[in-house]
Antibody, heavy 120, light 113 residues
Framework: QVQLVESGGGLVKPGGSLTLSCAASGFTLSDYYMGWVRQAPGKGLEWISHITGSRQTRFYAGSVKGRFTISRDNARNSLYLQMDSLRVEDTAVYYC?????????????WGQGTLVTVSS | DIVMTQSPDSLAVSLGERATINCKSSQSVLYSSNNKNYLAWYQQKPGQPPKLLIYWASTREPGVPDRFRGSGSGTDFTLTIGSVQAEDVAVYYCQQYYSVPYAFGQGTNLEIK
């Protein structure tokens, strides 16, 4: 079945870096756009980035632009989020999600999430 | 940037009754060239990731019960749960995907009265 599994979360100091990974299975990653959505503790959802398929065009929320980099390795069925210059306000559960074909921005399959805590 | 505002923030409904959640966008999410509303609804239960319910404002995702109905156009949208079941207790979010940055509403917490 379709599955997304995130990894790489943890505790990091402000100004530090972290790379999240998302392993996809049950479907061909290259056929889909993919994205990351985060949720701060007790708060709502925030779209932060997505990446298209073959051309790998990238889009970012203003809150992370210039600090986060989304990438994908279709051969490894994996999606990544490189996070630099982390801030306390980046503390959240980060979800990897698959985009509905033909409806860019709609996410039909989500991982369980990985928690990133930014604290000194 | 488009801002999404949901109402109410919280809703308590008796089992079997109808629940209505409203969502308003700060600008139209109706794309005139294809006459589609770029609006989705998600359900999030405690400790779980969100689940897609509806997109294009009214298209149900396969497997979603038909008691979930999306309606509206332009800037005003509604998610209606026709007969609330115990398993519908969750937070519901609307989301616009008309333009980047894609934005979610603040969420509506549905409880059983």
């Amino acid at each position: 079945q379709v599955q997304l599994v995130e990894s790489g979360g943890g505790l990091v100091k402000p100004g530090g870096s972290l790379t999240l990974s998302c392993a996809a299975s049950g479907f061909t990653l290259s056929d889909y756009y993919m994205g990351w959505v985060r949720q701060a503790p007790g708060k709502g959802l925030e779209w932060i980035s997505h990446i298209t398929g073959s051309r790998q065009t990238r889009f970012y929320a203003g809150s992370v632009k210039g600090r986060f980099t989304i990438s994908r390795d279709n051969a490894r069925n994996s999606l990544y989020l490189q996070m630099d210059s982390l801030r306390v306000e980046d503390t959240a559960v980060y979800y990897c999600a698959r985009v509905v074909v033909g409806a860019t921005g709609v996410f039909d399959c989500w991982g369980q999430g990985t928690l990133v805590t930014v604290s000194s | 940037d488009i801002v999404m505002t949901q109402s109410p923030d919280s809703l308590a409904v008796s089992l079997g009754e109808r629940a209505t959640i409203n969502c308003k966008s700060s600008q139209s999410v109706l794309y005139s060239s294809n006459n589609k509303n770029y609006l989705a609804w998600y359900q999030q239960k405690p400790g779980q990731p969100p689940k897609l319910l509806i997109y294009w404002a009214s298209t149900r995702e396969p497997g979603v019960p038909d008691r979930f109905r999306g309606s509206g156009s332009g800037t005003d949208f509604t998610l209606t749960i026709g007969s609330v079941q115990a398993e519908d207790v969750a937070v519901y979010y609307c989301q616009q995907y008309y333009s980047v940055p894609y934005a979610f509403g603040q969420g509506t917490n549905l409880e059983i009265k």
